[in-house]
Each structure stands twice: as structure tokens, then as C-alpha cells.
């Protein structure tokens, strides 16, 4: 009796282990169930956040490609812009030059007063030497004659000198010893003052005062002849022609200035 008591007891003993089992088993399972759950909520929670950042990080690159475009046009802008500062400061540096020009002209025709018969308007040089006679007396070569005078004028006055000279020499080779003849080697020599050309501008002056000394160009072409010499640092040649000029032709502009000159020189 007692050994069936005991026998009893070990398979209750055995039948509550097995139970005890069973439930820790589906304790455990819940329990990982659980955790697995805990676990994929915590990944579908990082792919959410990924699938975010992968967005805005287009979103980012967009942007950036958008930034990028922006700068390209701004740099482009600014490369057109400095394109159209170096046109304005190119224009401004003609314009500094054709001021320079005008002042030039200015000086002549104002101030030595030797512009007077460099219109069509004025009277010609009498004294000039005139063997043209058979010109004037044909209205269209006259009328050819101051075409062409004027227009080597107006090229002078536009600061063209090279192509100034040239006319005017063809001038004086189509019409020798016209009205217009002292006027036109008076420019040449000029062409050359103004191109800083001054040993060919001395002689072109020169022209002047040997084949035209009758001329009203004389006392210019002697000043400049001086102004040249003074250029070129020679202070005696420039002294004694300023002098002469003072001698020769008082009481004018040339002599004035050619006083204010010599008080210069020292």
C-alpha cells in the first residue's frame, strides 16, 4: 500500500513537471512571438525611415543639380557683364582718344587760326602760287579740286592720318601749285607732328616754307618746325627757329606762342 502511495505520488510529481513544461513552453514561445513582432515593427520602422531619407536626399540631389544650373547661368551672366564692361571701357578710351583728337584740331583751327581756309566757303590763298589757271576756269575740275581738298580734311580731323596723307599728296600731285597746294603739305607735315613723327614732320614743314613761301603757311609751318625740334630735345634748333619766327612775324599768334615756348625752355 504504502509503495503504491509512493508510486501515486511520482506520477503526479512526473504529470505536474509536464505540465509545468508545456506551459513555459508556450510562455516562451509568446514571449518570442512577442520580441519577433517588437523586432520586425522595429525594422518596418527603419525601412520607413530609409524610404524617407531616400527621398529627400533626391530631393537633396534635385536641389543640388538645381543649384548647380543656377550657378552656371550666374557665372555666365557675369562672364556677359564683363564682356560689356570691356566694350564700355574700350568706348570710353576711343572716346578719351577722339577728344584728345578734337582738342588737337581745336588748338590749329582756334587758337593758330589757320582754319580759315579749310572750308569750301572761304576764299582761296591768294598769294599761293596758282599756275592752275585752266583748272579754275573749269567748274568741274574746281568743283573736283575742293572735293578732294575737303575730303583729306575731314579724314585729318577724324585722327586718320595715314590715309590723311595720302590723300593729300594725291591732291598735290593731281592739282601741282593749286590754292590749295600750301594748305595740303602744311597737313602732311601735321599727319606726321600728330603721329610723334617729328624728323619727317620737320621736313615736310620745310615743303612748306621752300615751295610755298608766298603762302600764308610759312609762319605755322616755321612754328611747328620749332615745336618739333623742342620734341625731340633739341633746345638750339627749336630756339633759333621760335626766334625767327618771333623776328619774321610779330604781332600773330605764332609769335606769342613762340615767345611763351622760348620762356619755357630753360
Known sequence: MRNYIY????VLVFFVAGCAS???LKAMRSELNQKMEEKLAAVDAELATLKKNSTTLDSMRKGQANAVAEITDLRDNIQQLRGQVEVLKKGEEYQKKLDTIFLKINFIENFLEIGKKDTLSDTPDKNSKSTG??????????????KAYSAAYQTFKE?????????????????PDSEYSDNAQFWIGECYFFKKNYEQAILEYEKVVKNYS???KVSYALLKQGLSFLNLRDKTSAKLLLQQVIKDYPNTNQARIARSKLQEIK
Open 159 to 175: 585722327g586718320n592720318y595715314d590715309k590723311a596723307m595720302t590723300e593729300f599728296q594725291k591732291l598735290l600731285t593731281d592739282y
Open 133 to 146: 589757271n585752266s583748272v579754275a576756269k573749269d567748274p568741274a575740275k574746281k568743283q573736283d579740286k575742293e
Open 22 to 24: 508545456t506551459q513555459d
Open 7 to 10: 508510486l501515486l505520488l511520482l
Open 214 to 216: 608766298s603762302g600764308n
